[in-house]
């Protein structure tokens, strides 16, 4: 599964969309993707979530 999520990170930074949050369209902060590099949320989204 992290195998599956780090080619998710890296193809979606290839597409220029790294960093970005799926659900919300917001940039995701820098110390969330410090934290988890692989995020395809952002905080609020992955809060809202759960």
């Known amino acids: 599964m992290r195998l599956d999520d780090t ?3 890296l193809a979606r930074l290839d597409e220029g969309r790294y960093g970005v949050c ?3 369209g917001e940039v995701i902060s820098a110390g969330r993707l ?3 590099p ?3 949320l952002c ?3 992955a809060s809202a979530a759960r």
């Open 38 to 40: 692989t995020a395809r």
């Open 7 to 9: 080619d998710a990170a």
């Open 43 to 45: 905080i609020g989204c």
């Open 34 to 36: 410090e934290a988890r």
């Open 22 to 24: 799926e659900r919300c």
